[in-house]
């Protein structure tokens, strides 16, 4: 089971690594859209609509304007710069630290409170979406 997570997670930083990168080299390009697909469908903007924007503004330094983009983008910032060295620590002491970690989260994430805690900031994110009109 540990190696199946860390086998996710690796895909997904490098899927997020190339989908930044791409969004950075295309950036100057208004015809690329979004992938967004309920957006795309619906016309309106999901929870994480903008957390792309929000990490190419941190890596541009604007702190302030990722912030009001979304702030999504400030925890997606945060995993994708620190996970990599968290995995390669695992993989190079040949421990299970991360998926020791990601187990203990789960067990408090899986609190009742916290849940209604975590959808009501998620949809607080969203309707503050939706009005920005992102």
């Known amino acids: 089971m540990a190696k199946r997570l860390y086998l996710y997670v690796t895909t997904l930083l490098i899927a997020s690594y190339v989908y930044v990168g791409w969004t950075l080299y295309h950036k100057d390009n208004p015809s690329t859209g979004t992938v967004c697909v309920f957006k795309n469908i619906t016309g309106i903007a999901c929870p994480s609509c903008g957390s792309t924007r929000a990490v190419i503004l941190l890596t541009e330094g604007k702190i302030t304007q990722a912030a009001l983009t979304n702030p999504l983008g400030y925890l997606i910032a945060f995993f994708m710069l620190t996970l990599p060295f968290w995995l390669l620590y695992d993989a190079m002491t040949q421990k299970t630290t991360f998926y020791n970690r990601y187990r203990a989260a789960e067990k408090v994430i899986s609190s009742k409170w916290i849940i209604a805690i975590l959808i009501l ?8 979406n939706i009005f920005k009109d992102l």
């Open 121 to 128: 900031l998620v949809l607080s994110n969203w309707v503050w």
